[in-house]
């Protein structure tokens, strides 16, 4: 079965300093690895995905991810924090069978909160 | 339309009676999912349709719970006899023909339900 694990609830930063909002995951077969984004009273909104190739991949907003393969993990990173960056994020693994059936399976999301 | 559309926004429901949510997906988008957030969790998957067909419902909490997908468009998922544990966040997401696997989803904003 796959899984994905957000070890912090809540991430805490400064503007302009860097961020790092943790992901790792479970899964047999080859991941396709996703971070959303919830505002609050929207819905989710894709920021960056990983298929294959190149382990640093960039997204929305300034956002980019590293997919480690031997630690399992899928950190999302920011070099720079801004206040309007404040939100819940989650991580996600998506995995495809042969029959072209699918499934997303999401973390509990870490609320990232960045002060003035 | 422009983006996944979900109604209603808000629903409260006495404990026993029935209820349906519709979900309208994005024009052209074969896949879609239903999810349920709980407060302060993540999406819990629920169900999975490739247009009419709905390959993978093994996430539906019981029995109670149903959702269909007649002409490969609109969805609607039914709850029956309502209880208080299934005051939730009901979100729908589109995407879409999952040929790759790493298709993004594309979220509407949900139905808010309460069940008093």
């Known amino acids: 079965a796959q899984s994905v694990a957000q070890p912090e609830d809540q991430v805490n930063v400064a503007e302009g300093n860097p961020l790092t909002v943790k992901c790792t995951y479970s899964v047999s077969g080859n991941p396709y690895l996703f971070w959303y984004v919830q505002y609050p009273n929207r819905g989710l909104q894709f920021l960056l995905k990983?298929?294959?190739?190149?382990?640093l991949v960039k997204g929305s907003y300034g956002f980019e991810a590293e997919f480690n393969k031997s630690q399992t993990s899928f950190h999302l990173k920011k070099p720079s924090a801004l206040v309007s960056d404040s939100a819940l994020y989650f991580c996600?693994?998506?995995?495809?069978?042969?029959?072209?059936?699918?499934?997303?399976?999401f973390g509990i999301g870490t609320k990232l909160q960045v002060i003035p | 339309g422009a983006g996944v559309s979900q109604s209603p926004r808000y629903k409260v429901a006495k404990r026993g009676q029935d209820v349906a949510l519709r979900c309208d997906p994005i024009s052209g988008h074969v896949s879609l999912f239903w999810y349920q957030q709980a407060l302060g969790q993540g999406p819990e998957f629920l169900t999975y349709f490739q247009n009419e067909a709905q390959l993978d419902k093994s996430g539906l909490p019981s029995d109670r719970f149903f959702a269909e997908r007649p002409e490969g468009s609109v969805s609607t998922l039914k709850i029956q006899r309502t209880q208080q544990e299934d005051s939730a966040v009901y979100l729908c997401a589109s995407s879409l023909p999952p040929t790759r696997g790493d298709e993004k989803l594309f979220f509407g904003s949900g139905t808010q339900l309460s069940v008093l």
């Open positions: 990983y298929i294959t190739g190149d382990n």
């Open positions: 996600a693994v998506r995995v495809m069978n042969s029959g072209g059936y699918q499934k997303v399976t």
